[in-house]
């Protein structure tokens, strides 16, 4: 099955700054890559998305980019703010069409801290 | 996305119980999961809820210890049955197959601890 490696585990920066998190993944059928983002006591919020036929997607401070051929994914957040402090898991799935269709493998997530 | 809820948001029990989680949509959903959060951990899918059929679960996981309800397209229920303290987790559910067929939506999640 699919196997999906989160790095780093934590992650402090100075507000302001960027902060980069990537993921590797194991089984190059899978075409979906989601990272959610986890505040203290809430569900995984979805902030962005990218499919297998697209290299990179931004949206306002965030954005992902996706190397097929090294199997790896990271995001990207610049001008960091104290409200991006939180728990961010990558995942990966095969998407629709599939017998895996839904399951998402995610990774171990990394824990980041925005200091003012 | 569809608003999703939970109940309860959070519980305490005694091992050898068991406790039902409800997840509640706003709208009509195809797919329907549940995840299991154990304690500072990442998410594993516990099983796909199916609706007028039996859940279809991952390895690891059997239906006589979770067992999984999916009366209709904006309903679920799971059950953590026979308790034991490494059942303590964040069980949350999810729900999928929307115009973007893959893009998953998350519950606010329950918490349970089990003494």
């Known amino acids: 099955g699919e196997n999906v490696e989160q790095h780093p585990s934590t992650l402090s920066v100075q507000e302001g700054d960027s902060a980069v998190i990537k993921c590797t993944y194991s089984d190059s059928a899978s075409n979906y890559f989601p990272w959610y983002k986890q505040e203290l006591g809430k569900g995984p919020q979805l902030i962005i998305d990218?499919?297998?036929?697209?290299g990179e997607k931004k949206d306002q401070r965030i954005a992902v980019t996706l190397n097929k051929t090294a199997k790896h994914f990271s995001l990207h957040i610049t001008e960091t703010q104290p409200e991006d402090s939180a728990v961010y898991f990558c995942a990966a799935t095969l998407g629709a069409g599939g017998t895996s269709y839904g399951k998402l493998t995610f990774g171990q997530g990394t824990i980041l801290t925005v200091h003012p | 996305s569809a608003v999703i809820s939970q109940k309860p948001s959070r519980d305490i029990c005694q091992r050898g119980t068991s406790l039902t989680i409800q997840c509640q949509v706003d709208s009509q959903v195809t797919m329907m999961f549940w995840y299991r959060q154990q304690p500072g951990q990442s998410l594993t899918l516990i099983a796909t809820?199916?609706?007028?059929?039996?859940?279809?679960?991952e390895s690891g996981f059997v239906i006589d210890k979770f067992p999984i309800s999916r009366p209709n397209l904006t309903f679920s229920t799971l059950t953590v049955s026979n308790m034991s303290p490494e059942d303590s987790s964040i069980y949350l559910c999810?729900?999928?197959?929307?115009?973007?067929?893959?893009?998953?939506?998350f519950g606010p999640g329950t918490r349970l601890l089990v003494l």
């Open positions: 809820a199916n609706q007028g059929s039996e859940a279809t679960y």
């Open positions: 990218i499919r297998s036929n697209v």
């Open positions: 999810s729900v999928g197959g929307g115009t973007s067929r893959e893009t998953q939506y």
